[in-house]
């Protein structure tokens, strides 16, 4: 089952699609990512379906593409609403016959693949102002998951949270404990005052960095899932 996945930039798209897979059959399989609003438009084709050797100048050796790089497991579209409409009508022909050729090829290569794909556009509306196909949307969005804008909002609190965690398990009574605290406060701030706001991927950060920094040996603080070892 194909699953579409909507939200704010910042929500976290990426996590849900990521627990989608590992919670699923396919999780020993491998979990792809392509971000279609990070890659230029005239080389979409080739990351969705690779080239084979000669395809296009420079082209000196076969590439496999994100479908059969993904074959087995999980293929996440990440900004699917960013493709153009040619990209858009040779997707929607390898999601309804799960056969791919590559650019270059005339061999048919099937690929047993779990499309999911996120954006932070309303592709119903997009589907009626002409901007994205319609049997395209309705093949993509079979199961949907809406990742609420209070998430976005949740992330100041778990930086709190985080915070008097770290003040419960160090005390702060030692010169490094004050001072990484000092430290995690100004780093806070700093992403409110450039963000209005912080997301999860911004305090994910903050304490992968303090892991970094080396301030604090034997810390371990659950986020999201995962343990960040500090």
Same mark, same amino acid.
């Given at each position: 089952?194909?699953?579409? @996945?909507?939200?704010?930039?910042?929500?976290?798209?990426?996590?849900?699609?990521?627990? @989608?897979?590992?919670?699923?059959?396919?999780?020993?399989?491998?979990?792809?990512?392509?971000?279609?609003?990070?890659?230029?438009?005239?080389? @979409?084709?080739?990351?969705?379906? =690779?080239?084979?050797?000669?395809?296009?100048?420079?082209?000196?050796?076969?590439?496999? =593409? =994100?479908?059969?790089?993904?074959?087995?497991?999980?293929?996440?579209?990440?900004?699917?609403?960013?493709? #153009?409409?040619?990209?858009?009508?040779?997707?929607?022909?390898?999601?309804?016959?799960?056969?791919?050729?590559?650019?270059?090829?005339?061999?048919?290569?099937?690929?047993? *693949?779990?499309? *999911?794909?996120?954006?932070?556009?309303?592709?119903? *509306?997009?589907?009626?102002?002409?901007?994205?196909?319609?049997?395209?949307?309705?093949?993509?969005?079979?199961?949907?998951?809406?990742? #609420?804008?209070? %998430?976005?909002?949740?992330?100041? !609190? %778990?930086?709190?949270?985080?915070?008097?965690?770290?003040?419960?398990?160090?005390?702060?009574?030692?010169?490094?404990?004050?001072?990484?605290?000092?430290?995690?406060?100004?780093?806070? !701030?700093?992403?409110?005052?450039?963000?209005?706001?912080?997301?999860?991927?911004?305090?994910?950060?903050?304490?992968?960095?303090?892991?970094?920094?080396?301030?604090?040996?034997?810390?371990?603080?659950?986020?999201?899932?995962?343990?960040?070892?500090?």
């Amino acid at each position: 089952t194909t699953v579409l @996945i909507t939200g704010e930039t910042g929500t976290g798209k990426e996590l849900v699609a990521e627990a @989608i897979h590992k919670n699923s059959r396919r999780a020993s399989g491998p979990f792809v990512v392509l971000d279609c609003g990070a890659i230029p438009h005239h080389l @979409i084709e080739d990351q969705l379906f =690779g080239h084979e050797r000669g395809a296009f100048t420079g082209a000196t050796m076969g590439r496999a =593409g =994100g479908f059969e790089r993904a074959d087995g497991g999980t293929l996440f579209l990440d900004e699917i609403g960013e493709l #153009p409409p040619d990209a858009q009508s040779k997707l929607l022909r390898a999601v309804e016959t799960r056969v791919i050729r590559r650019i270059g090829g005339s061999a048919a290569i099937k690929c047993d *693949v779990r499309l *999911v794909a996120a954006t932070n556009r309303d592709l119903a *509306v997009e589907t009626n102002r002409g901007g994205f196909r319609s049997d395209l949307y309705y093949r993509i969005a079979v199961a949907r998951i809406e990742v #609420p804008p209070s %998430l976005h909002d949740a992330c100041d !609190a %778990l930086a709190v949270q985080a915070r008097a965690h770290f003040h419960r398990t160090l005390r702060a009574r030692t010169a490094s404990a004050r001072g990484f605290l000092e430290w995690f406060d100004r780093v806070h !701030a700093g992403l409110q005052r450039e963000r209005g706001g912080l997301r999860f991927g911004d305090v994910t950060r903050v304490l992968a960095d303090a892991a970094l920094k080396d301030r604090l040996a034997d810390v371990y603080y659950r986020l999201d899932g995962r343990i960040v070892h500090l």
